[in-house]
């Protein structure tokens, strides 16, 4: 056979240590960012659909529900359809035949988008240095 090696690896106690820390504050953590960048977004959304006179009721229609799956944490950002002038939203957003479109969510989204990824990695770095 050939040459044979041998290899001493120390300090597997304490990085196994430290990912399980890290992996028991991923979700709680993650949705403090989630939250706090679903806030930003419907704030944004309400702000850029504030003062049109025929939908007043339309910005505080917009909001935010958090949903937690196995692993996981989601926003769904939007008008809800039973709140006053919600089931407006869709036309709004994406305008229709004879009215054009007023983006608010999809703007607001990609504002929020790099503050959301580079908070997502500071999350990262600091749950696996052990300074969350």
């Given at each position: 056979?050939?040459?044979?090696?041998?290899?001493?690896?120390?300090?597997?106690?304490?990085?196994?240590?430290?990912?399980?820390?890290?992996?028991?504050?991923?979700?709680?953590?993650?949705?403090?960012?989630?939250?706090?960048?679903?806030?930003?977004?419907?704030?944004?959304?309400?702000?850029?659909?504030?003062?049109?006179?025929?939908?007043?009721?339309?910005?505080?229609?917009v909001g935010f529900?958090?949903?937690?799956?196995?692993?996981?944490?989601?926003?769904?950002?939007?008008?809800?359809?039973?709140?006053?002038?919600?089931?407006?939203?869709?036309?709004?957003?994406?305008?229709?035949?004879?009215?054009?479109?007023?983006?608010?969510?999809?703007?607001?989204?990609?504002?929020?988008?790099?503050?959301?990824?580079?908070?997502?990695?500071?999350?990262?770095?600091?749950?696996?240095?052990?300074?969350?």
């Amino acid at each position: 056979m050939g040459d044979e090696f041998e290899v001493t690896v120390t300090g597997l106690g304490e990085l196994d240590v430290t990912l399980s820390r890290a992996a028991s504050r991923a979700l709680p953590e993650t949705e403090a960012v989630v939250t706090r960048t679903a806030e930003l977004v419907t704030q944004g959304w309400r702000a850029r659909w504030a003062g049109i006179g025929h939908a007043p009721a339309l910005p505080a229609a917009v909001g935010f529900d958090l949903y937690h799956l196995p692993g996981s944490v989601r926003a769904r950002i939007g008008p809800d359809k039973n709140a006053r002038q919600g089931a407006l939203g869709n036309i709004f957003e994406y305008g229709t035949v004879n009215n054009p479109p007023i983006p608010g969510g999809a703007p607001s989204l990609d504002e929020q988008a790099p503050a959301f990824a580079s908070a997502l990695d500071a999350l990262a770095a600091r749950l696996v240095e052990g300074d969350a």
